[in-house]
């Protein structure tokens, strides 16, 4: 006689997915909302390009700071320890900016904001990585897709925030009570698993690693790139209204939600290097069309095939970073320090192609960093497209 008993170990874990998709809708909201605020602050502190671009250099180095700690919060204590600790401080970190009343204390607003978020960044993609293995099938690009809905939904709040006539300020505080009411969801579920006693956090996983580290410092360079200074590329060169404006990341935001809500599909049927190939050569065309021709019809067909195209490159990345070090916040941190301490020099440099070339430059080469992904895509790991066939 025959028994069946249900395998436990494989049920789907349907708790905590929903928790990772509420941080992930946070985090985003958050970016996105932060995004259509650029302008307007650069305005207000009566900012040059150059300026705006050390503010940023300020956000990211907050980001460099905070992602080994991340890193290690997480591998010493747990995913889920990590999430709740670092979304805590990326809430509070949303509204250090509307305190802010020089460049000063605007550069170190973003630089604690900074790290909240890209902690945050690492430990959401580490519970997602679990997640995703406990799971047993390629879920990563849907939690990025959830990141996207969060960031178009914040890019909206923020459009319509200022069509009604309101301060930068109010997006702010509406993003870190919608965060905060996300995060109080999220918290009973997460599964604190990835606890590994704290052994070295950043332990270099060997040289095979090096083209996903640079692959996910150029993404997120593009990425990030975009959500900086599509905003001041519209306002500034297509001469957009502020709504208008605001409605150039809309549009990336946007057609990012929708690869990334195929993203897993694409990425089962063509594999994860057919995926960062294309991806990043359609970005790259995006770009170049928001470069040479800056109208502000042209310029939003641009970002939205920049943003179709990008859609799945971080993901892809991220989930084969997790299989690259001694555990998966070990390999994140890695792989996402990598790019973060890279793209530390983005943000001065687009600053200075802008001051001293323009920014049309400045966007070419954004979009030949898109194309450096393409040509680094075939070199990763041999254990990068496991997932993809899982």
């Given at each position: 006689m025959t028994s069946f008993t249900i395998d436990t170990a494989r049920a789907k874990p349907w708790a905590e997915r929903m928790a990772v998709i509420a941080l992930f809708i946070a985090n985003g909201f958050g970016v996105g909302a932060w995004a259509t605020t650029i302008p307007a602050l650069k305005l207000r502190h009566g900012l040059s390009d150059g300026s705006l671009s050390l503010v940023l250099f300020a956000l990211t180095l907050g980001g460099v700071i905070g992602m080994p700690l991340a890193g290690y919060i997480g591998q010493r204590f747990g995913s889920a320890t990590a999430c709740r600790v670092t979304a805590l401080w990326y809430a509070v970190?949303?509204?250090l900016p509307t305190q802010a009343a020089s460049f000063g204390t605007?550069?170190?607003?973003c630089f604690a904001?900074?790290?909240?978020?890209a902690s945050m960044?690492?430990?959401?993609?580490v519970q997602a990585?679990?997640?995703e293995r406990r799971w047993g099938s390629a879920i990563m690009s849907f939690f990025h897709a959830c990141w996207s809905i969060g960031a178009l939904a914040g890019a909206a709040f923020g459009a319509i925030v200022f069509a009604q006539g309101l301060e930068a300020n109010w997006i702010l505080w509406g993003a870190a009570v919608v965060a905060a009411v996300l995060l109080a969801v999220a918290f009973g579920s997460l599964f604190?698993?990835?606890?590994?006693?704290?052994?070295p956090i950043l332990s270099f996983p060997g040289w095979s690693a090096v083209p996903l580290c640079l692959a996910l410092l150029l993404a997120m360079l593009c990425e990030h790139a975009v959500t900086d200074w599509s905003g001041v590329y519209l306002r500034v060169r297509a001469l957009a209204q502020p709504a208008d404006a605001a409605a150039g990341y809309v549009f990336f935001a946007g057609s990012m939600l929708v690869g990334r809500l195929f993203g897993d599909t694409i990425v089962h049927r063509f594999g994860r290097t057919t995926v960062l190939r294309m991806g990043s050569l359609l970005a790259a065309a995006g770009l170049l069309l928001v470069a040479l021709v800056p109208v502000q019809l042209p310029c939003l067909i641009g970002l939205s095939l920049a943003g179709f195209g990008i859609a799945n490159v971080v993901?892809?990345?991220f989930s084969a970073a997790s299989r690259i070090g001694t555990s998966a916040s070990a390999g994140i941190a890695i792989a996402a320090t990598a790019g973060y301490t890279g793209f530390l020099s983005g943000p001065p440099i687009i600053g200075g192609i802008a001051t001293t070339v323009g920014l049309q430059a400045a966007m070419v080469f954004m979009a030949a960093c898109a194309l450096a992904i393409a040509l680094l895509s075939g070199r990763l790991p041999a254990s990068a497209p496991a997932a993809a066939k899982t």
């Open positions: 970190g949303l509204l605007l550069a170190v607003a904001m900074g790290s909240g978020n960044d690492v430990s959401m993609n990585s679990d997640v604190n698993g990835d606890a590994s006693g704290g052994s993901p892809a990345l």
